[in-house]
């Protein structure tokens, strides 16, 4: 079946625009997680959603980052004045999540392909 | 503050020889440890996780909570085990499963 998926696969931006990234995971996922990942680095946590809520945003850097899952399916990474050190990998993974409290021990995370923003 | 560190950046190695991939983690709670794998043009993937105690492609990874430790290793690597590998660490205790990874170590196994 499908895998999760990332639109777009670049993004290229000038310093000060506003971005968005999208994520579609695997249908029935109810788990999506966002990371971040720099050059020569492994990716960062940033935000996880359980269903349509935030669960845990504490990895997003700065009130310049949000993001949104309005229906629980299809998750918006959005970043606003889009500084140079922006410049990475954006990374979505979604879950089963099925497991009740070892959830997060047993199921596994599938991750997209990415999206590359570069900020000029 | 949990922290994953894996100190080599490139590893090396000829066809048929072991290789060991190092890990080590710092965290004060109940860690569970993973390892992923990401091959040229290809996603991130799950290799192997330690509650399960499996062996993925020959490779296997032991916990070591002394020393802090879950090092993977294979007795005889293979071209195809060339690849970025990160090894990721998650709050045994949540029921999420929120990871945090270490920077990575590429392998390269010449033929």
């Known amino acids: 079946g499908a895998g999760v998926s990332q639109t777009p696969s670049n993004k290229v931006t000038e310093k000060g625009k506003y971005v968005e990234l999208r994520c579609d995971p695997i249908s029935g996922h109810t788990a999506l997680y966002w990371y971040r990942q720099s050059l020569g680095q492994g990716p960062e946590f940033l935000i996880y959603?359980?269903?349509?809520?935030?669960?845990?945003d504490s990895g997003l850097p700065n009130d310049r980052f949000f993001a949104v899952r309005p229906e629980g399916s299809v998750s918006t990474l959005k970043i606003q004045r889009t500084e140079r050190g922006d410049s990475a990998v954006y990374l979505c993974?979604?879950?089963?999540?099925?497991?009740?409290?070892?959830?997060?021990?047993?199921?596994?995370?599938?991750f997209g392909p990415g999206t590359r923003l570069t900020v000029l | 503050a949990q922290r994953v560190t894996q100190p080599e950046k490139l590893l090396s190695v000829f066809k048929g020889a072991p290789v060991e991939l190092k890990c080590n983690y710092s965290?004060?709670?109940?860690?569970?440890l993973f390892w992923y794998v990401q091959y040229s043009r290809q996603r991130l993937q799950l290799l192997l996780r330690?509650?399960s105690r499996e062996s993925i492609k020959g490779f296997t990874a032991d916990l070591n909570k002394g020393e802090t430790s879950f090092h993977l290793k294979k007795p005889f690597a293979q071209e195809e085990d060339s690849a970025m590998y990160y090894c990721?660490?998650?709050?045994?205790?949540?029921?999420?499963?929120?990871?945090?990874f270490g920077q990575g170590t590429i392998l390269t196994v010449h033929p």
């Open positions: 965290y004060s709670g109940s860690p569970e």
């Open positions: 959603f359980q269903g349509t809520g935030a669960a845990d």
């Open positions: 990721a660490l998650s709050d045994g205790g949540t029921s999420y499963g929120k990871l945090t």
């Open positions: 330690h509650i």
């Open positions: 993974a979604s879950s089963p999540q099925t497991a009740g409290v070892l959830a997060g021990i047993y199921n596994e995370q599938f």
